[in-house]
């Protein structure tokens, strides 16, 4: 059965960091591209950013590059997402999402690429 579960997130100040993690099981994690969305109330997922299944290639949402990164450790089947000078407009449920395919990293934002997806962790940036 594969599994994804997500922790690290919690209530933070403005310009204060978290550290996401995402723990991944039941099928071959070193094959697949990983992907990080979130979600507010009331609108859709937005994809945040992607690696590749080697962690060669990484990938961002403009509203996020240059504050986030994303990382993986296939040696333990984990996923990660450092978000550092977090705004307020980062708060939202947060998802990792494994992609469909072996081997490829096609059309990200689109959410019929992927089969797989975490309960979420919150996030919430407050003064």
């Known amino acids: 059965e594969v599994q994804l579960v997500e922790s690290g997130g919690g209530v933070v100040q403005p310009g204060g960091s978290l550290r996401l993690s995402c723990a991944a099981s039941?099928?071959?994690?070193?094959?697949?591209?990983m992907n990080w969305f979130r979600q507010v109330p009331g609108k859709g997922l937005e994809w945040v950013s992607g690696i590749s299944w080697n962690g060669g290639s990484t990938y961002y949402a403009d509203s996020v590059k240059g504050r986030f990164t994303v990382s993986r450790d296939n040696a333990v089947n984990t996923l990660s997402l450092q978000m550092n000078n977090l705004k307020s407009e980062d708060t939202a449920v947060y998802y990792c999402g494994k992609y469909k395919d072996r081997y490829r990293m096609d059309e990200l934002e689109t959410l019929g690429w992927y089969d797989q997806w975490g309960q979420g962790t919150q996030v919430t940036v407050s003064s």
């Open positions: 039941g099928f071959t994690f070193e094959d697949y591209s």
